[in-house]
Every structure is written in C-alpha cells, then in structure tokens.
C-alpha cells in the first residue's frame, strides 16, 4: 500500500526557534553571575537604561548593580502628568541602533532580575516611566512637569514672574520673548517690533553720521534712494512717549484715547525703515539729527538692558514652542512676514506652538564666527530647591562667518544637529575647527590672548549661575518635588560684546553623544561625575562629586501637616426669648391704658424683647370722659386690698405705692403690668370704658401676686373672665406712680425671671379732684 507523504512543512523549526538559546557559561561563572545578582536583588540595586548609555551601564555594574533589561517599546507609555511636549534634546537617531554587546556574564544576571523591581531608571524621555507609579525609594532621572522651563512656552511665561521670586528682571539675561499664538501677546510683540524699529533708527542715524557726510552724498549721487526726514521725528516721538509710560505719564490715558501713531503712519515709518537699513537708503538732513539721537539712546541704555544688543535690523528668531535640536528655527527681520506666517498656520491650539524672541544681532564672535555655550547643571531636589552647576562646558560654532544680511540657517544656528549637514565656509578662519567645537579651556585661552582673561570667572561663569538659578526658581511652584529623582539639563547661552551671558533655552535630556574630540571627553565625564552625586554622595556626603559645584541651595520650607477639613464656631450663646403675648388695646381714660393680651402680639413681642430702659411705642388710643365728675362732695373711699395669697386689709394707695416702687426698682425699663379684671363688673365698664354715670373707672383694689402668669384665651370683642390685660406704668394716677410712702425693700426681695402680674380685682368710678388729693393724703399717715 502506497502511503501519502505529507506536504505540509514540519513545525519543527518553529520548536526549535521559539526555544532561547543560552550562550554557554563557565560553572563558576554561572555561580559568581547567581552570587552577584542575589547581593543585587537583597541590596535593592537593579536598574534599568532606556537608549545609548554605554557610560552609565558601565559605571553602575562597577558599583554591584544588575541591569533588568526594558522590554522594546513599540509604543510609548503614557506620560507623565503634566508632560505634554516633545522637549528632550538627545538625538533620536541614536535610539534606533542597536545597543553595544554585552558580556555573557551581564546578560544572564539580567535575566535573573527579569521579575525583580527596579530600583534607578535611567531613560532619554521622562514619559517612558510614569512617575506616578514609583515607589518612594525608586530613582529616575527625570521630574514630572519640568516642562515649565524646558520648553522655550514654559521658559517664556514662566520667566516673567521672576519678580515674585527674585530682585532681578529678565530682560538682563533673556531675550524678549512672545507667544504669537496668544493675541494679547502678538499686540505686544507688534508694539516691541515697531518701537524697536524707532531704537535702530537712532542708532543707525548715529552710526552713518560718523563716517558719511550726508550733504555731501545727497548732492553727488543721483542714484541713491533717499527717504524724507519725518521718520526720525516719529522715532524720536515714539520713544519719548515710551520713556513717559515708564514714568507713569500715561496715567490719565483711557482705553478709548486714540493712539498717537495710526496703523496708516507706522505702515509707512516700516516701508521707509526697510529701504533705509536693509536697502541702504539715505536720510535726507539726517546729520541735523544725530545730537538729539545720541541723547535719546542715552536715555534708553538706562532703561533698556537689551539695547546693545537689539542692533539695526531688527532681526527676531521664532521657533517651534516644544521642539529641540534646532528644528523649525527661522529668522525673519519683517513684521508683515511675521504675522502672515503665524497667521498661515491652521493648527487647533497653535497659543502655545510659536514662540517669537528678539535676535541677538550683536554678539561676541570667535574670529568673526557666531558661537553658542552649552552648559549642564543638575537637579537632586526640588525642596529645598539644590543646584548643582558643571565646571566645564563647551562652545558649539556655526559652519558659516556671521552676517546680519543673510537670514540662513547655517548663519545663525549653532547646534551641531543643524550645522554637521553644511559644510564649512573657505572664508572662516583657519583656528575654528573642522568639527565646530572648543572646550571651555580653549575658549579661556582664547579671551586671555584678547586681554579679557579674567572675564571668565568675574563676569561669565557668575552670569550663567544666577541666569540658570532665576529659571528654576519661577518652575519651583509647577515641577513635582520628588525627592529620590534627579534631572541632568543642558543650557544654551549667548555672549554679548561685553561677555554678558545670555540665556537662550534649557533643554532635559542633553545630548551625550560623542561626536567630536570634545564632547568624546566630556560627555563620559559629566555621566560619571552625575552618579556621584546622586548615588555616592547619598551614603556619603563627603564624597568626591567630579566637576560638579553646588551652587544653590534653598532654606526648607515646612509644608503643614494636613489634618482633614476642621470647622470651628466660637461666640456667645443665646438665651431664648420668651413666646409672645398676644394683645388686645382697651379704651380707658387719660391716665389708665389698657391692652388686652389678645390683640397687640407686636407690641408684646417689642416690650418683651426691647432692653431695659426702653418704652412701649405703641400706645392705646384713649376715649375721654365727655363729662366731669360732679360728686365732689362724695366721701372719702377707702382702697382696700384681699389678696388670693395673703390676708388683711391694706389701704390701696400705700399698697399701690409700694407695689409699683417695688416694681420700678426690680426693673429698669417700663414694662406693662398684667392686670386681672373682676368677672362680675368688667363686662359693663370695659365695653364701653364708662360707668354707668359716665365716671372714669379705676381700680379700687390691686394684688401683685409673684407667679408666672398663666396663658390667657384670645379676645376680640371683650374681655372674657379671668382675662389679663396690660397696664402702662405711664397711664396709672400721679400719686400711684410717685408716692411719698415707700415701704421697706424687705418686703419683695428683687425679682428674676417673669414680671409679677397685677390683678384688678374691683373697678369703681374715680372722681377726679377729691379722689385724688385723698389719696396722696391717705398715704401720709402712718
């Protein structure tokens, strides 16, 4: 029987393939790799390296850690919270290459510590390890949030509120700078460009005048462009009413006062501008000018730091807000060319993308060749803010001599990313190198052959500290503290004529590749010098940190302990007030007012409540009497008095006396007293408030009983019995308020809490001018 062989391939290979192969270990190798790891993994020293860090590795196995190898990431991880732009300054051509071999050794260690956790991260970009996930005791080399001053936006804005950290301004060590994407900022840029137009005018006008005659060039050549002389008068106006607004002389100007200067006017100062500094136009009678040109720079260099260094063609570079290595840089000396390419950009969120900065036009040069520094310093804490500053730096050349006429690249930029693609100019002096480089000690050789030797330490190296001190410090409130992370940066300065360092940008994640003789010797050397101070000077603070200075170190600030949300109330307390009487007002004569409780509920809540001293301001209404008592002849009444509680007779008017003494003296303010009405001759004499002769009524008998009066029943036509109703002290006869006989302050000891109640136990006519005058005789006798 024939049998079929298969034609299906055998999955062999595919076995075989999937299988690691090992490569082959000594024995006691293998043992020392296992010995090594396990002292590693109980010692807590494994680390990691994302990208080209043959120097780090090195130093880090010398000092017993183990690598943990990163698994390739295809994609990036998210970031970290905060970092959102592409700031790092490394070049990512080197990130694809494939790593150096490593020993067999190393890389079986790795993969015993495959599981392990590690303990230092070193990586190019800050967001392929999200810090919010690390342990307290995991190190890594970048901050969170450090964008705020990596980037030329964050380095931008954050700048400006130097003044709240420090006596300094930034328009001594950075170039004014704008974001064009923002429209409050364009308007200021448009302002700054235009009125740098006026300063370069002056100083052109002074310049020329120093070696032209203009009389005489004006007449001899008909070929020359000339330009009227009103453009000198307009710069001149413009920056005398600038130097006004510095004084505050502007301050009764509104929003709504026209500029002095319309749009129409300044197109064309910028038209005869161009034809003049970049054309080569004349001025005519321009030399009339020059004295009143050189006083007004005068003026200016007091209040413009940055004058010497703007020159005459107002030359601003702009570049991309979150890029590095010098990509998407362009110089642009036209305001209309400026805004028209801002405004050709379509991107959605395009406020933070271009940043646009005053060009240096006038800097320092090397055999007439442009140079930038970069300087690294170091960052192991946040608060207290600790700055470490390298001592050796190095100088970066452009391939072409430098020329504020041509606007190229290859002019002016210095990263060695932009100018390795060009190649050298045959004018440039035969001392600049062919690889665009010098170390700082042949720059320092250089400046001493210039006479300006001691420049370096007196003016550079100072100028440089406090410009990178001054940026940290206006990103201490944003960066996120970490304490057991540290970040390398890499600075770019510019030199002016007179060896003032200027600050151009701080890049994270410096490049360290070894592309020429003098970053081949640095760039080891400022790794190596990095793990000194981050790991040996953590067990030892004495030790060697390699030509790293601390420079900077802040006094600690105490964060307050946070104790959860903890709400305090102090004040007095409040005694509760008693509930309202209801009130009714009763007609009465003159002199006796009677409230019923049943109708006059305000006003028992305003006498109740009022302080002492006060009086009731609303009143009865009282119906006179339309006739005259006419029993004058009546005989003498006596007022006797049956209390519930007491028993005895008394006469009224010495009881009433020392009743109602008792009761002003118990209390400050004029209360009404309460007031109980017989049953059997109230129905009469309060209904119609007359007797039935037409006599005032008044009570012949009276009890201040001291209990707390009971609730009475709502009345609304009359009273019921048993009724209390309120009297004012102010209604009762004269002779009861102010009698001559005062009884002894034994006999009612001062009272607390609720007025004692008056009860009306009978009512009789009061015939008024006998009644009386007994009365106060009757309260004479003993």
């Not at 607390?752 to 009386?772: A, D, M």
Request: with cysteine; hydrophobic share 35%.
């Amino acid at each position: 029987m024939e049998v079929l062989q298969s034609t299906v391939a055998p999955v062999e290979g595919k076995v075989r393939r999937s299988v690691p192969s090992l490569p082959a270990i000594m024995p006691d190798r293998l043992k020392t790799s296992k010995t090594l790891a396990e002292k590693a993994v109980k010692s807590r020293k494994v680390f990691s390296v994302q990208g080209p860090y043959p120097v780090i590795r090195a130093a880090l196995w010398a000092r017993g850690w183990v690598e943990r190898r990163l698994p390739n990431l295809v994609k990036r991880v998210p970031r970290c919270l905060g970092d959102e732009e592409e700031d790092g300054d490394d070049d990512r051509e080197d990130e694809g290459k494939k790593e150096e071999n490593l020993d067999d050794m190393y890389d079986f260690m790795s993969r015993l510590v495959r599981n392990e956790t590690t303990y230092f991260y070193w990586t190019v970009r800050r967001d392929y390890i999200d810090c919010r996930f690390l342990q307290s005791d995991q190190m890594t080399n970048h901050y969170a949030n450090s964008g705020a001053f990596t980037t030329k936006v964050g380095l931008c804005v954050n700048l400006r509120n130097l003044r709240w950290f420090d006596a300094a301004d930034p328009d001594t060590f950075f170039p004014r700078c704008y974001r064009l994407g923002a429209e409050d900022e364009k308007h200021a840029f448009k302002e700054d460009f235009r009125r740098t137009a006026c300063t370069s005018l002056l100083q052109h006008v002074v310049e020329t005048s120093k070696c032209k005659q203009d009389g005489v060039k004006d007449l001899n050549d008909g070929h020359q462009q000339f330009v009227a002389p009103r453009i000198i008068n307009l710069a001149l106006h413009v920056c005398e009413e600038f130097l006004g607004v510095l004084e505050h002389s502007d301050i009764d100007v509104t929003v709504g006062t026209p500029p002095s200067v319309g749009e129409g006017r300044w197109e064309e100062f910028l038209q005869d501008y161009y034809k003049v500094v970049h054309e080569g136009a004349l001025i005519r009678g321009s030399s009339a000018f020059v004295e009143r040109c050189q006083a007004m720079l005068i003026r200016l260099q007091e209040v413009c730091p940055q004058l010497d260094t703007d020159g005459l063609h107002n030359i601003w570079i702009i570049k991309p807000g979150a890029m590095s290595r010098g990509r998407g840089i362009m110089c642009m000396n036209r305001l209309d060319e400026i805004l028209a390419f801002v405004e050709s950009d379509r991107a959605p969120n395009k406020e933070s993308k271009w940043v646009i900065q005053k060009y240096l036009e006038r800097p320092l040069l090397v055999h007439g060749t442009k140079f930038d520094l970069r300087q690294w310093f170091l960052v192991t804490d946040w608060n207290p803010l600790t700055v470490w500053f390298y001592m050796e730096c190095y100088l970066r050349f452009s391939t072409q001599p430098y020329s504020t006429k041509s606007l190229d690249s290859s002019v002016h930029l210095c990263n060695n990313s932009v100018q390795k693609h060009f190649q050298p100019s045959c004018y440039r002096h035969p001392e600049i190198p062919e690889d665009n480089m010098w170390s700082c000690s042949q720059f320092k050789a250089f400046l001493q052959r210039q006479g300006l030797g001691e420049k370096w330490e007196a003016v550079v190296v100072p100028g440089m500290q406090k410009a990178v001190v001054r940026a940290l410090q206006t990103a201490q409130d944003v960066v996120e503290p970490r304490k057991t992370s540290f970040e390398l940066y890499g600075a770019d300065f510019m030199l002016g004529r007179d060896l003032r360092p200027w600050l151009l940008e701080i890049n994270s994640s410096p490049t360290m590749a070894c592309s020429t003789t003098v970053t081949a010797r640095l760039c080891p050397a400022v790794q190596l010098d990095t793990l000194r101070v981050v790991l040996d000077r953590r067990t030892d603070p004495s030790a060697y940190t390699g030509g790293f200075q601390m420079i900077y170190k802040q006094a600690a600030v105490e964060v307050p302990q946070y104790k959860g949300v903890y709400l305090l109330v102090e004040g007095a307390s409040m005694r509760q007030s008693r509930p309202p009487l209801h009130r009714k007002i009763v007609t009465s004569n003159p002199h006796l007012k009677i409230l019923s409780s049943s109708d006059t509920s305000s006003e028992g809540d305003e006498t109740a409540h009022h302080k002492s001293g006060q009086r009731s301001s609303k009143v009865s209404s009282s119906l006179r009497s339309g006739k005259e008592n006419q029993t004058s002849g009546e005989k003498k009444r006596q007022l006797t008095r049956t209390s519930p509680k007491r028993g005895g007779k008394v006469r009224a008017e010495g009881h009433i006396a020392s009743s109602v003494r008792r009761f002003s003296c118990s209390s400050t303010s004029e209360q009404p007293l309460l007031v109980h009405i017989e049953p059997k001759k109230k129905t009469m004499c309060l209904g119609l408030n007359l007797g039935a002769k037409g006599e005032t009524l008044v009570p012949t008998s009276l009890s201040f009983p001291l209990r707390p009066h009971r609730s009475t029943l709502s009345c609304r036509s009359q009273p019921n019995p048993g009724q209390r109703v309120h009297i004012l002290r102010s209604s009762l006869p004269q002779t009861m308020c102010k009698p001559r006989y005062y009884t002894s302050t034994r006999v009612f000891p001062p009272l607390q809490g609720p007025l004692p109640i008056l009860e009306v136990l009978s009512l009789r006519p009061n015939v008024v001018n006998k009644t009386t005058s007994r009365l106060s005789e009757n309260s004479t006798k003993p």
